[in-house]
């Protein structure tokens, strides 16, 4: 069965690498130097998580991605 992940993506200027996470799947967080390494890794994390809550016959629970929002202030 496939699923469908969102991940949460910033860039860290010091480390100037991608960071990701997948909010809602704890554990699930990864980097990379290119936006395809990062997703190359998440993807690696995101199935080593399933396999280890499989493993320990824990159910893979995912909270929802609600979303980001822009907030605009004065400054």
């Given at each position: 069965?496939?699923r469908?992940?969102?991940?949460?993506v910033?860039?860290?200027?010091?480390?100037?690498?991608?960071?990701?996470?997948?909010?809602?799947l704890s554990g699930?967080?990864?980097?990379?130097?290119?936006?395809?390494e990062l997703r190359?890794?998440l993807?690696?994390?995101?199935e080593?998580?399933?396999?280890?809550?499989?493993?320990?016959?824990?159910?893979l629970?995912?909270?929802p991605?609600?979303?980001?929002?822009?907030i605009?202030v004065?400054?």
């Amino acid at each position: 069965m496939e699923r469908t992940f969102t991940a949460y993506v910033e860039f860290d200027p010091d480390a100037k690498l991608y960071v990701g996470t997948i909010p809602g799947l704890s554990g699930a967080h990864s980097q990379g130097a290119t936006l395809d390494e990062l997703r190359e890794n998440l993807r690696e994390v995101i199935e080593l998580v399933i396999e280890e809550k499989a493993a320990r016959g824990e159910p893979l629970e995912v909270e929802p991605f609600v979303g980001i929002q822009q907030i605009v202030v004065g400054a």
